[in-house]
């Protein structure tokens, strides 16, 4: 199965996650709140540095849950910016 590549817009929405997470971590080891979410170390590191852009709903739940970051708040940082979502524009994806 050949995965499509992801858009320049998919991957600065994964870096937004990961920057979200890994300040909301603060000073707890990856460790401890990979394990606290039921997800592998090396699954935090990968979504926190951006080269696991699109991680699964229910891990980027865990992880919210555990460092009790809102799902709104979540999906309110990886959220288009104005001129930043595909096609250039935020207003013609939402009405896509």
């Known amino acids: 199965m050949v995965r499509t590549p992801l858009t320049p817009w998919e991957r600065r929405r994964g870096e ?3 920057e979200l997470l890994r300040t909301a971590r603060g000073g707890r080891s990856m460790v ?9 170390a090396e699954t935090l590191r990968k979504i926190e540095t ?13 992880l919210a849950a555990v460092l009790g970051i809102s799902l709104d708040e979540l999906a309110a940082v990886c959220a288009w910016d ?4 595909p096609g ?8 896509a």
């Open 16 to 18: 937004r996650l990961g």
């Open 32 to 40: 401890e709140v990979a394990a606290a979410a039921g997800v592998s």
């Open 50 to 62: 951006g080269r696991a852009p699109t991680p699964a709903f229910f891990t980027v739940s865990a």
């Open 82 to 85: 104005a001129g930043d979502g």
């Open 88 to 95: 250039g524009e935020a207003g013609e994806a939402l009405s």
